[in-house]
């Protein structure tokens, strides 16, 4: 019930395109479901995050879908260029919790 | 940069010894929250540490122990270092004891 399961694993797009990453998870109780970007030889930074009270949520060029009943939410890349090419990974946590449930990530390759 | 800070940022090491890995929180930040990277684990929760005073255990070794100090900063002890302990070990700080938490540069322990 702690799993969040992404997909695809890997992901190749070419520039401009519109890669879509899955995340889906079976804990109800989770309410706060962030994204976060990971380059080589870095940490992980959050990307944007969302709340189950909305369906979607935009910041620049990256959108979360939300989908409650289906307990499954997305991460879309608009215009995608070969700087976002990098690791992500999506996340679920319970409001007030202290852990993060990490995805087992996507490595997005954007050829230019 | 996230403003959380680790180190070492690289460690070799042999089987059977101790290490200590060292992460100073975002300034304001009063929780600490450790995380391991593998290839074959993902991402995965070790411990969580507010204001000095352990709050959430995750999957970590009876091997490895943490502290959180007065001035907020936190080590992670591993002893007795098995080879399947090489991994990317993170720390990841946040105001209160849930929320948004920023990932530090993480430190890559090899254990040979």
């Known amino acids: ?112 | 940069d996230s403003g959380v800070t680790q180190t070492p940022k690289h460690l070799i090491t042999a089987t059977g010894q101790r290490v200590t890995l060292r992460c100073s929180p975002r300034s304001g930040d009063l929780s600490v929250y450790w995380y391991q990277q593998s290839l074959d684990q993902g991402l995965q929760f070790l411990i969580q540490y507010y204001n000095g005073e352990e709050r959430a255990k995750g999957n970590i070794l009876e091997r490895f122990s943490a502290q959180q100090f007065p001035d907020l900063h936190s080590e992670l002890n591993l002893s007795s270092l098995e080879l399947g302990d090489s991994a990317l070990y993170f720390c990841a700080s946040s105001v209160g004891q849930g929320g948004t938490q920023y990932f530090g540069p993480g430190t890559r322990l090899l254990v040979l």
């Open chain 1, 1 to 112: 019930q702690q799993q969040v399961k992404q997909s695809p694993q890997s992901l190749i797009v070419q520039k401009g395109g519109i890669p879509i990453i899955n995340c889906a998870y079976e804990n109800t109780a989770f309410d706060y479901f962030p994204w976060y970007q990971q380059f080589p030889g870095k940490g992980p930074a959050l990307l944007i995050a969302i709340r189950p009270d909305v369906s979607e949520k935009k910041e620049g060029r990256f959108t979360i879908s939300f989908n409650k009943s289906a307990k499954q939410f997305s991460l879309h890349i608009m215009d995608s260029q070969p700087g976002d090419s990098a690791t992500y990974f999506c996340a679920a946590s319970k409001e007030g919790a202290q852990k993060l449930v990490f995805g087992q990530g996507t490595r997005l390759t954007i050829n230019p």
